[in-house]
């Protein structure tokens, strides 16, 4: 009768181990991306000790990127914890060999009681030292939820393989992306600087009017005011350059008093083709990592619906223990004073009424496999949705840079005959006001436009799976 609670214990106490690492392996590959602060700051650490100016252009910095990134290291500590899960789902199904050992030293020797006579007898029990020793084994034979339960684990391993590689793609997105901001706000500063320029030679040749006497106070205020309207523009541009520059130190792991250089620039893009939106979708569906993820983790709620199953068919084991005590009046009992048993035993657990416990797992593992299926559907039609966005940005940025480097063309055209007629006394400084604000625009949006295409080029790519 004990032996065979034994039995029922041990096979209680298997299958809630078995419950316990399913919960883990699905927490495991569903486990959302979030920063791991600490090992970043150390590595940048490193990096800032007694080192200059770092010269990064935007490869250099996505691939400082997808290494020291938190979002990927944190991506890299789930997998690594996903490997563990496996080997713990695995040591289930291999041999659980223990040696327990232990001394008691009676203070007061244990007795028994019987009666004898009408009379309560005691009779002491051992001696002043007990020992004891015991060696168990243990070994499933058979039990058909420890392959799902493995497959289960395998298929969390990859999963989380597949989030890091999500992990680098988004943080090369978002690495490129800033980088190309630095490089527009580093433009947008040149343009300002350039339009403070004019406005500071035009006042000072209104001032030389003025002094001739061929020039009003009025053009002198005038000129005045747009260099000091210009001024505030200008800090807030270089205001902008210094908060993404930080950023961008930030993305790619680089201590923020660390000097940064960008070695790239926003130059015109050559003439290419943009890929048709079916064979672009194509390679997104074969590449995408978030796509990958999803599919193992379909196949593996499907395991633990297995799983679940497997609970309701017999399991059958092997145990066998060895055990040897000793009571004796000495610390080191001679031999006359040991016993030892030893045992083996054939064990068979069937399952057969819970209240229904294992139909209810098995019915909710059924609706988490339907749901992961239903996000599959839903982030494909997401995928095709991102590649034709990105494809449509990319090519309505190379259109806006053709119109707007036709622009910059016209207005610095327009500039140079409206000086020409200021100086001759032809127009008035209204119109060389506006003739100098048209270029300032026409190079602003000229500098937007290819940071649009750059950006949009690199959103293609993500969406595409590519890094």
Do not use: C, W
Not at 138 to 144: C, R
């Amino acid at each position: 009768m004990t032996e065979h609670r034994d039995t029922e214990a041990r096979g209680r106490a298997g299958s809630l181990r078995l419950r316990g690492l399913l919960a883990a392996v699905l927490t495991a590959a569903l486990i959302p991306l979030v920063p791991q602060a600490a090992a970043a700051q150390q590595q940048a650490t490193g990096d800032a000790a007694g080192q200059g100016t770092l010269r990064l252009s935007v490869e250099d910095a996505v691939r400082r990127a997808v290494t020291e990134n938190e979002q990927v290291l944190m991506a890299r500590a789930d997998a690594a914890r996903t490997r563990g899960i496996v080997k713990e789902t695995r040591a289930q199904s291999l041999p659980d060999l223990r040696l327990n050992m232990g001394y008691t030293r009676n203070l007061q020797s244990p007795v028994i009681f019987f009666n004898q006579g009408g009379q309560t007898q005691q009779i002491q029990i051992g001696d002043q030292n007990e020992m004891a020793a015991s060696l168990s084994f243990e070994q499933p034979l058979i039990d058909f939820s420890l392959g799902p339960a493995r497959r289960a684990a395998r298929l969390s391993q990859s999963a989380t393989a597949a989030q890091v590689e999500a992990a680098r793609t988004d943080v090369a997105l978002s690495t490129r992306s800033t980088y190309y901001r630095v490089l527009l706000d580093r433009e947008l500063v040149r343009v300002q600087e350039q339009a403070l320029e004019q406005a500071q030679a035009r006042l000072k040749q209104v001032r030389s009017f003025y002094e001739a006497g061929t020039g009003s106070e009025f053009d002198v205020l005038t000129a005045q005011v747009e260099v000091d309207n210009i001024r505030p523009q200008l800090i807030q541009a270089r205001n902008r350059l210094e908060l993404n520059r930080n950023r961008l130190k930030r993305v790619v792991g680089v201590p923020l008093e660390r000097e940064v250089a960008l070695t790239d620039s926003l130059s015109r893009p050559p003439e290419s083709e943009v890929p048709p939106l079916d064979s672009a979708v194509e390679v997104a569906r074969q590449n995408r990592a978030d796509l990958e993820s999803q599919r193992v983790r379909v196949n593996l709620q499907e395991a633990n619906v297995d799983a679940q199953e497997g609970e309701a068919l017999p399991a059958l084991s092997l145990s066998a223990s060895f055990s040897r005590r000793a009571s004796s009046a000495d610390i080191i009992p001679p031999e006359r004073d040991f016993s030892q048993t030893a045992g083996a035993s054939l064990n068979v657990s069937l399952p057969l009424f819970d209240g229904m416990a294992r139909a209810g797992r098995v019915q909710q593992a059924k609706a988490e496999a339907d749901r992961e299926r239903y996000r599959l559907q839903q982030l494909e039609e997401q995928v095709r949705l991102d590649v034709q966005q990105a494809r449509q940005n990319l090519q309505s940025a190379r259109e806006q840079i053709r119109a707007s480097e036709a622009n910059v063309e016209r207005s610095e055209r327009a500039l140079e005959i409206a000086q020409t007629r200021f100086r001759n006394g032809l127009s008035t400084q209204v119109e060389l006001n506006d003739a100098e604000l048209a270029v300032t625009r026409a190079r602003s949006n000229y500098a937007q436009a290819l940071h649009d295409y750059y950006v949009a080029r690199a959103q293609l790519e993500a969406a595409q799976g590519q890094r």
